[in-house]
């Protein structure tokens, strides 16, 4: 096929490009990816013995304040009401998270009011009540006092990010909400749900046109039809994967962290009652437990079995799956460099979760997707603009 545009990378943000690409503007569009499946990290499949829907790169929840995205979504899949819920296992006892009045009560063995508990956070936090701090351990401690950050999120944070918590963003922080009611909800957004057939299911609607070719097992820099040295400069480019691997780490490695998952299948029906356990104690090695039954209840899984995949978590090195930017100072300064280099590429465009090395959550790169669409991408062939590459989409 003669491509229009060429996308590196099926996850979310490719899928979205190379829909409006094809969908509104009748563009031919040729995604690339390295895996055997499309939907990148977001992908779900049946487990054989039992049919129970995994998330093979870990538990993905779908939720979004945002209407423009909502409605996009919808067009390809109805959601679920399901409303995500975690609890964590301390020191061989359960407590609800986020943090919540719930939490505070049962760790305290108390009845504190709202108010209370909001003087005893206050009180716990000492010095660091009422500053803004950067970086994540001074963050914690002000939001939730001493305590409750050495029991929940301090041990968690350290199995999670293999960096000292003073070197990690507030940001990651803040997207825990901390909540004086009993209210356990885990996201705070107006819309939440998982697709009704599946990840997958909605996946495969996005990029059902003719116009659309997907070539799985296919690496971008193996040289090919649609490999780099064959399609940059010549035909509009799309890269979804690693910026450093784009450029050959000429400005070094970005810190990424990967997962390890280990799946089995138990004789049970129920392990844990909940669809994410997590472990904060630093004696457990893993950080969470995943029980993916309990994410369709209304579906009719056998009773006679269940799958859990217990996750860890280590720092990335070149041959594994990068899937979170650790963001430390020293990667701040290197994705500067990087977004230098992308400014002077010609006919190619970066975003998503890895080229653009932000944290995003799903609707956050569909969102940045629809963005880089309708501001780049329509008007260069919808108006003949010239595509202004680099900008790494924000
Ligand atoms: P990806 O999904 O990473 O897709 C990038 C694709 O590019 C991959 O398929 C990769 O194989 C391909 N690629 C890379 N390099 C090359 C190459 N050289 N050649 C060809 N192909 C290449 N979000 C939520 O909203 N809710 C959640 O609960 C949630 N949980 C998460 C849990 C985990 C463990 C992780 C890692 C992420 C989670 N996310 C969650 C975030 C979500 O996965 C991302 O927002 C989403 O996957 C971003 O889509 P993307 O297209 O940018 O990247
Ligand atoms: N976190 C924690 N304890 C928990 C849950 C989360 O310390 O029980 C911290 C941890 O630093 C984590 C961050 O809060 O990286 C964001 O949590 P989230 O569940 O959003 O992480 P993700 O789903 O992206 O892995």
Redesign the pocket.
Known sequence: MQADLVI????????TIAERAANELGLKVAI????GH??????TEREARTGIEV?R????????SNEKVWAYVNQFTGFTGYV?HVYTTHNGEVFPMPINLGTINQFLHAALTPQQARDWVREQAGELAGTDPENLNDKGIQLIGRPLYEAFIKYYTGKQWQTDPKDLSASIINRLPVRYTYDNRYFNDTHEGLPVDGYTAWFERMVDNPNIEVHLN????DNGEFGKAATVGSVPVVY???VD?YFDYAEGELGWRT?DLEEEVLPIEDFQGCAVMNYPDPDVKFTRIHEFRHFHPERDYTKDATVIMR?YSRFAGRDD?P??PVNTADDRAKILKYRERVKAEKQILF?????SYKY??????IGS?LSMYENKLKPHFAAGEALVSGGVDE
């Open positions: 590196v990378g099926a996850g979310l943000y490719g899928l690339v990816d390295r895996r499309i939907g990148g990290n977001a992908y998330h790169y870990g538990a993905h929840l779908f939720h979004t995500h296919t690496d971008f820099f979804t994967g690693p691997r997962i996750e799956e899937y979170y975003g998503g979760r890895l080229g995003f959550d799903m609707h956050m790169a997707a």
